[in-house]
């Protein structure tokens, strides 16, 4: 299985403090969506197009939750609880394939 590590702190709705956490992580690729494809954005509370990867949410949480206990219990108590169910996706310029 293809993994991708998180380079640059991601975009999203969490503080910047928390997105910072997820810089050094290593998470297994589930998808890779090129242009055209489309993602979620919560902020904006739209659709918008962007190269992003994909990663099943309970696994980025629990790798997350190794070096930042903190920053995963800020998701946990903020996400929708149907949403541990679902994908994160990360930009492209925001990840390195490995």
């Not at 969490?14 to 090129?34: D, H, N, S, Y």
């Not at 739209?46 to 930042?68: D, G, I, M, N």
């Not at 994908?87 to 490995?98: A, M, Q, Y």
């Amino acid at each position: 299985m293809k993994k991708f590590k998180i380079i640059s702190t991601p975009r999203g709705q969490a503080p910047e403090e928390i997105r910072k956490e997820w810089v050094g992580i290593t998470l297994p690729l589930k998808e890779f969506c090129q242009g055209g494809s489309h993602e979620r954005n919560f902020v904006l509370k739209r659709q918008q197009e962007r190269s992003f990867v994909t990663v099943p949410v309970k696994k980025a949480l629990e790798e997350l939750e190794k070096k930042s206990p903190l920053a995963a219990q800020w998701f946990y108590s903020n996400l929708p609880e149907f949403f541990l169910d679902r994908d994160f996706s990360f930009g492209v310029d925001e990840v390195e394939i490995l």
